[in-house]
């Protein structure tokens, strides 16, 4: 029975691909792109690199991508803008329920309590980061950096064994 359909919506892959797609999701995302109908790409085309817009090795061909949270730069760089259609950015939180800002940071307003000169690194406080995709440690390295040059005595990291070593050449 062959079916034909109005709308073809792609959601396969999301933004954490950063690998070469096998023959097998090849072969689905080439008979994808060979329907007849409109093509809507959820967040991102599959089999498109959501930072660099590299196509590993081929991409969904979409004529509408909505795209949540922010937009990615591979939908604008490299080989993207030839798959990504027309970009839509979908805010997941409605405006009306948007967070407001509780205080607003300035070189003004960030006073540092004053070290002790007989303090130690107990006395300081002690900050937990837990975070970093197998594949992706550099946010929970760039956020315990952070809470070291913020004055925290002791920062533990929890990660991917994947980025032991270079958490620890960064900051033993």
């Not at 407001?100 to 070189?107: E, F, G, N, Q």
């Not at 937990?128 to 995709?133: D, Y």
């Amino acid at each position: 029975i062959k079916r034909t359909f109005d709308c073809h919506i792609d959601a396969l892959f999301g933004i954490g691909l950063n690998r070469e797609l096998n023959i097998g999701w090849q072969q689905v995302i080439r008979k994808f792109n060979e329907q007849v109908g409109l093509k809507i790409s959820v967040d991102i085309p599959s089999g498109l690199q959501a930072n660099t817009g590299q196509v590993l090795p081929c991409s969904v061909r979409t004529d509408h991508t909505f795209t949540v949270l922010g937009l990615k730069a591979g939908l604008f760089t490299g080989q993207g803008k030839e798959y990504a259609g027309q970009v839509h950015l979908i805010n997941l939180i409605p405006i009306d329920h948007e967070l407001k800002p509780l205080a607003y940071l300035s070189p003004t307003n960030i006073r540092l309590p004053q070290r002790m000169a007989f303090g130690h690194k107990g006395s300081y406080g002690h900050v937990l980061v837990v975070g970093g995709h197998e594949q992706m440690g550099g946010a929970v390295i760039m956020a315990a950096e952070a809470a070291c040059h913020a004055g925290a005595g002791k920062v533990t990291v929890v990660c991917h064994r994947n980025h032991h070593q270079a958490i620890l050449s960064r900051a033993p």
